[in-house]
């Protein structure tokens, strides 16, 4: 069964500085993965999602992912946040892109200070 | 942008109460689901629903769970008999069910269960 590992349960920091938050999956023949986003008193949007082609991968917000095959990784990255970045971030796996049933990690609550 | 709403945003229930979880799908969509997130933990895929059955279910959604789509907008989850561990999030979410669309999810409802 596909799972996710996402190592940091916070990351602090400041206001305009880079920010990598980690997500490592279980090996699958064919994966799809996914990053959301939960602002607070707010559903899950999504962010970005790699399902076949260039291993970066651009979503909104200023926010890419790399797909790196050899170490089943998938981190999230900006290189200058904001204060309104501020959220809890998932990554997720599924078996497929449209799928019934995403796998989702415990989550990374980034805090941007100022 | 359309969305999908969820209500009530909070509910609590006593022990042992039926409870329902009400969601409108974005209008367009075909395919329901139903995840939950029990504080501090993972986002759980509880039940998907497509073409009025259920097409997918976790080991969570047992005989105290139901779901129904009554209307051709609304799309309920209905547990039984309420136990102290279902206090959790509710996310509902829908989809177009095409290749590379992606799941919208609600805000999500508060169930505590006291």
């Known amino acids: 069964a596909q799972s996710v590992t996402q190592l940091d349960s916070q990351v602090p920091v400041f206001e305009e500085a880079p920010v990598e938050l980690r997500c490592n999956y279980s090996?699958?023949?064919?994966?799809?993965l996914f990053w959301y986003v939960q602002y607070p008193n707010q559903g899950l949007q999504l962010l970005l999602k790699y399902l076949s082609g260039s291993t970066l991968v651009k979503g909104i917000n200023g926010f890419e992912a790399e797909f790196n095959k050899s170490q089943t990784s998938f981190h999230l990255r900006k290189p200058s946040v904001h204060i309104s970045d501020t959220a809890e971030y998932f990554c997720?796996?599924?078996?497929?892109?449209?799928?019934?049933?995403?796998?989702f990690g415990t989550g990374t609550r980034l805090q941007v200070f100022p | 942008e359309p969305e999908v709403t969820q209500t009530p945003s909070h509910q609590v229930t006593q022990m042992g109460q039926e409870v329902i979880l009400r969601c409108v799908p974005i209008s367009n969509h075909l395919y329901f689901y139903w995840y939950r997130q029990i504080l501090g933990q993972k986002v759980e895929f509880l039940v998907s629903f497509y073409n009025n059955e259920i097409s997918e279910k976790s080991e969570i959604f047992d005989d105290q769970f139901s779901v129904e789509r009554p209307d051709g907008s609304n799309f309920t989850l209905k547990i039984r008999s309420t136990k102290l561990e279902d206090s959790a999030m509710y996310f509902c979410?829908?989809?177009?069910?095409?290749?590379?669309?992606?799941?919208?999810f609600g805000n999500g409802t508060r169930l505590t269960v006291t």
């Open positions: 979410a829908s989809s177009e069910g095409s290749y590379n669309s992606p799941l919208h």
């Open positions: 090996s699958s023949v064919s994966v799809y």
């Open positions: 997720a796996v599924s078996d497929g892109p449209s799928t019934d049933k995403l796998i």
